[in-house]
């Protein structure tokens, strides 16, 4: 089962507390998640994202209406879009 890791985004650095750092870019395997609330896990965990920070995405398709809805939500300047491959679909997500 794919994991992603949240980031604390108070403003005080230094993650949750817990004593875990992620130094790999965060995988969101989209295809693993039910339908109904896959948009709203991808939303949310962009939400994570300090700037500079990138989540790869993995969808069963091509997902351009939720990239459009993330680019909606989060502006066009505050996100960088990079497919990474098609087969499985993986998007690269990047916080400006």
């Known amino acids: 089962m794919a994991e992603l890791s949240l980031t604390d985004v108070s403003g005080q650095g230094g993650g ?6 992620d130094h790999d870019v965060p995988v969101l395997d989209v295809r693993i ?3 109904a ?3 709203g896990a991808v939303i949310g965990s962009f939400s994570q994202l300090r700037p500079g920070m990138t989540m790869h ?3 069963p398709h091509n997902p351009l209406p939720l990239l459009q809805q ?3 939500i ?3 300047d505050a996100i960088e879009i990079s ?4 087969e499985p679909w993986t998007i690269a997500l990047t916080r400006k």
Not at 16 to 21: A, D, K, M, Q, R
């Open 57 to 59: 995405l993995i969808a």
């Open 83 to 86: 497919y990474v491959s098609e």
């Open 74 to 76: 989060n502006g066009e």
């Open 70 to 72: 993330l680019k909606d």
């Open 33 to 35: 998640i039910p339908h």
């Open 37 to 39: 609330i896959r948009h």
């Open 16 to 21: 949750c507390g817990c004593g875990e750092h």
